[in-house]
């Protein structure tokens, strides 16, 4: 969601890059990265995305069980629930401690790499004094006691804008956890900070082995991620707000340095890691992400679609954007384990949408 207010931007520009050299296990130096520009496109999805769960109150994370249903968190209701490949809802539990003021409230969430056996689930979540993350155990009927907690990651900067909340386990089974810099700009390129930043720490919350400074940051200078995934190759894709002029998708390297508040947008300044993708921040305000079938898919809120971007090599093809303004705000993506389709919920409920009686919804998109 967006803090500060945006100019309208009349032209939308799309930033196609090439890495040269760089891989998720290489650090990002100076001008890694040169992009080059392409106009986006507009075109139907092949089958469309379908509804198929309504009435949520909103749905902000999603994240996959083993037998193919999902949890999803409610932010402001701070509510799990589990839907099954047919829609069927059923809420597994309410976490404990959320403080769902602004932005905040019960964001993303996590399902455990061993969650057969552990049975483990995290999630991130505002609380009265910070940001956080937690682990949380479900039962072997799936409920989850949300007061029953064990803390990750702790005293993550909060605000009333730009909380972050995207969590997501790596192929290295370590855990992802984006921050936001709660409106405070500056803290997002002090490595000391946790605000602006990608955590990367082991199930405990401890800094995970080889991360660049020695500490749980991963990377930095970002503003407000929301939507984290790995592709095939293991390498990390975030999305990312921009202010005024232009939101991002970025390629994570280990102690990349994004650029907010210096940068916004591609800025192919010494230092700064550019986004390989950038749009105006009227068509897209990216939050969810996710990847299969080849291609990134991106939930935009303001852009009221979702962005297809097409990995290409090193880089990315052009975006394509989907569904435009069939469904309003879109917030969470996830992609389903057989990786035939991505799930979407809607935020049409959280004051900034104009929602209609069936809102809020999850979507399917057939890819591949």
């Known amino acids: 969601m967006l803090g500060a207010p945006r100019r309208q931007l009349a032209v939308a520009v799309l930033a196609v890059g090439l890495l040269a050299g760089c891989s998720a296990g290489t650090p ?3 001008g890694a990265t040169t992009p080059a520009r392409a106009t986006p496109q507009s075109a139907p999805a092949p089958g469309g995305p379908r509804v198929i769960t309504t009435g949520l109150e909103v749905p902000w994370g999603l994240a996959f069980l083993p037998d193919g249903s999902a949890l999803v968190t409610e932010r402001k209701a701070a509510r799990i629930s589990r839907v099954a490949p047919d829609g069927k809802v059923t809420p597994v539990g309410t976490v404990a401690g959320v403080s769902p003021q602004g932005e905040g409230g019960l964001m993303g969430i996590a399902v455990s790499p061993g969650y057969a056996t552990d049975r483990a689930v995290y999630v991130s979540f505002t609380g009265a004094d910070d940001n956080r993350v937690v682990r949380l155990t479900a039962a072997a009927d799936g409920t989850i006691d949300g007061a029953r907690q064990q803390p990750v990651v702790t005293g993550i900067p909060k605000g009333s804008i730009h909380n972050g909340g995207a969590v997501a386990f790596g192929p290295d089974g370590f855990l992802y956890v984006a921050t936001g810099e709660a409106g405070r700009r500056d803290p997002a390129q002090d490595r000391a900070d946790l605000g602006g930043k990608i955590l990367r720490v082991t199930t405990d919350g401890a800094p995970a082995p080889g991360n660049p400074f020695g500490t749980a940051v991963y990377s930095y200078g970002h ?3 929301q939507g984290l995934a790995f592709d095939p190759q293991g390498r990390l894709w975030a999305t990312e707000f921009g202010q005024n002029t232009y939101d991002e998708v970025n390629l994570i390297t280990p102690g990349g340095n994004y650029g907010w508040p210096v940068v916004e947008g591609i800025g192919k300044r010494a230092g700064y890691t550019d986004p390989l993708v950038q749009w105006t921040t009227d068509e897209a305000s990216p939050s969810g992400l996710a990847i299969a079938g080849g291609s990134l898919y991106v939930a935009a809120l303001r852009g009221a679609r979702i962005w297809e971007v097409p990995l290409a090599g090193a880089g990315v093809g052009t975006p394509q954007a989907l569904a435009q303004g069939e469904f309003g705000r879109i917030r969470g993506a996830a992609t389903a384990p057989d990786g035939r389709s991505v799930w979407f919920t809607t935020s049409n409920r ?11 919804r999850i979507l399917v998109l057939p890819v591949g």
């Open 28 to 30: 990002t130096g100076p």
């Open 350 to 360: 959280d004051g900034r949408g104009s929602p209609t009686g069936d809102d809020d």
């Open 223 to 225: 503003r407000n991620v």
